[in-house]
């Protein structure tokens, strides 16, 4: 019940190009769900996060969407760019709790 | 503001040797969490730290362990090295403990267990 399925596992997009990536999560007490971009070499990097009172946010050309009764949230980057290319984590927590419980990963490749 | 530091970066022990890892988290940041990245496993929660008391532990064994100084930093140790215990630890720090507030990464320490 604490996992976070994400998909796909890796997707290449063409330079301009939407990149969309999913989760889906069963604790229906998770109610903070950030995404995290991480570069080789690298620790993950905070991108953006939405809490399950609004159905959507918006940061430049990255855009949360929320789906709570689905109990799903996506990540959509517009507009995707050769320097996007790398590895997107979904997480969750709970209320109380700094615990984050990680999505697989999506391997990103943009193309020109 | 400095970001999350980490020492060392790198780190090659033995197995059956024991390491300690060293986090400094954001200025100002009480919370620091400890994960482990590998590519099998992906990003485990290991423990949390808020005020010098551990808030929260994953499910790891006891050799792995950790504490938290009055300034905040905190430090991981990995008791009788396994060869499965390779894999890149990474510190975050928020600035407080409640589930509510933001996570930043350090770089990581790549730990290599031979």
């Known amino acids: 019940q604490q996992q976070v399925k994400q998909s796909p596992q890796s997707l290449i997009v063409q330079k301009g190009g939407i990149s969309i990536i999913n989760c889906a999560y069963e604790n229906t007490a998770f109610d903070y769900f950030p995404w995290y971009q991480q570069f080789p070499g690298k620790g993950p990097a905070l991108l953006i996060a939405i809490r399950p009172d609004v159905s959507e946010k918006k940061e430049g050309r990255f855009t949360i969407s929320f789906n709570k009764s689905a109990k799903q949230f996506s990540l959509h980057i517009m507009d995707s760019q050769p320097g996007d290319s790398a590895t997107y984590f979904c997480?969750?927590?709970?209320?109380?709790?700094?615990?984050?419980?990680f999505g697989t990963g999506t391997r990103l490749t943009i193309i020109p | 503001k400095a970001g999350v530091t980490q020492t060392p970066r790198y780190l090659i022990k033995t197995r059956g040797q024991q390491v300690t890892l060293s986090c400094s988290p954001i200025s100002g940041h009480r919370s620091v969490s400890w994960y482990q990245q590998t590519p099998g496993q992906g990003l485990q929660f290991l423990f949390e730290y808020f005020s010098e008391t551990q808030r929260n532990k994953g499910n790891f064994p006891g050799r792995f362990s950790g504490r938290q100084f009055s300034n905040s930093r905190s430090e991981m140790n990995v008791s009788t090295l396994e060869l499965g215990d390779s894999a890149l630890y990474l510190c975050?720090?928020?600035?407080?403990?409640?589930?509510?507030?933001?996570?930043?990464f350090g770089p990581g320490t790549r730990l290599t267990v031979t």
């Open positions: 975050a720090s928020s600035l407080d403990s409640g589930g509510q507030s933001e996570q930043y």
């Open positions: 997480a969750a927590s709970q209320l109380g709790n700094e615990k984050l419980t």
